[in-house]
T-cell receptor, first 114, second 109 residues
Framework: TAGITQAPTSQILAAGRSMTLRCTQD?????MYWYRQDLGLGLRLIHY???????GKGEVPDGYSVSRANTDDFPLTLASAVPSQTSVYFC?????????????FGPGTRLTVL | GQNIDQPTEMTATEGAIVQINCTYQ??????LFWYQQHAGEAPTFLSY????GLEEKGRFSSFLSRSKGYSYLLLKELQMKDSASYLC??????????FGAGTTVTVRA
């Protein structure tokens, strides 16, 4: 079972360029999430989706956008990257976004914006 | 906002016991999670507490006191492979997870 996959594994991006980080899950989970992890700050929620067709803003949404066209995919787009978006990005999913269930994480994408 | 505090680093000897404390202040409470994260890897689920008391899972146990806003993760019979970062996360009233910065545990031979 693949679980959650993310692509690319790592990327170096010039400031001002756009990029889409991909996330796919095969567990038929309704809820999906994007986090960024920075040293000393822990994981912070960027955007989430409780079900296909809906999205919501997390703690640090500025500079990022998401879409949820179907259950399996939840891409994260940086429209115009800035150096402060250098981070490790994790996608996660859970059965439901409004119940007491566990979130499972993908392997992460390491992004460097120069 | 959410406030979740845990120590930055801890060191212990192989075979010993280590207790990682976590204190929290959040808007609502719908459970507390502990995750393990090895360097360069994804967080993996360890334990979940929603009621007060101790949950035991093999060498790992987790305790919760909701009235004190306090939890701990107890790692017994430490092994070298337990060297990792341990993340405390609280599910708030909107069912969103807020994470502490993590505690890096180093196990020495």
């Amino acid at each position: 079972t693949a679980g959650i996959t993310q692509a690319p594994t790592s990327q170096i991006l010039a400031a001002g360029r756009s990029m889409t980080l991909r996330c796919t899950q095969d567990m038929r989970h309704n809820a999906m999430y994007w986090y960024r992890q920075d040293l000393g700050l822990g994981l912070r929620l960027i955007h989430y989706s409780n079900t296909a067709g809906t999205t919501g803003k997390g703690e640090v949404p500025d500079g990022y956008s998401v879409s949820r066209a179907n259950t399996d995919d939840f891409p994260l787009t940086l429209a115009s990257a800035v150096p402060s978006q250098t981070s490790v990005y994790f996608c996660a999913s859970s059965v439901s976004g409004t119940a007491t269930d566990t979130q499972y994480f993908g392997p992460g994408t390491r992004l460097t914006v120069l | 906002g959410q406030n979740i505090d845990q120590p930055t680093e801890m060191t212990a000897t192989e075979g010993a016991i280590v207790q990682i404390n976590c204190t929290y202040q959040t808007s609502g409470f719908n459970g507390l999670f502990w995750y393990q994260q090895h360097a360069g890897e994804a967080p993996t689920f360890l334990s979940y507490n929603v009621l007060d008391g101790l949950e035991e899972k093999g060498r790992f146990s987790s305790f919760l006191s909701r009235s004190k806003g306090y939890s701990y993760l107890l790692l017994k019979e430490l092994q070298m492979k337990d060297s990792a970062s341990y993340l405390c996360a609280v599910r708030d009233g909107d069912y969103k997870l807020s994470f502490g910065a993590g505690t890096t545990v180093t196990v020495r031979a």
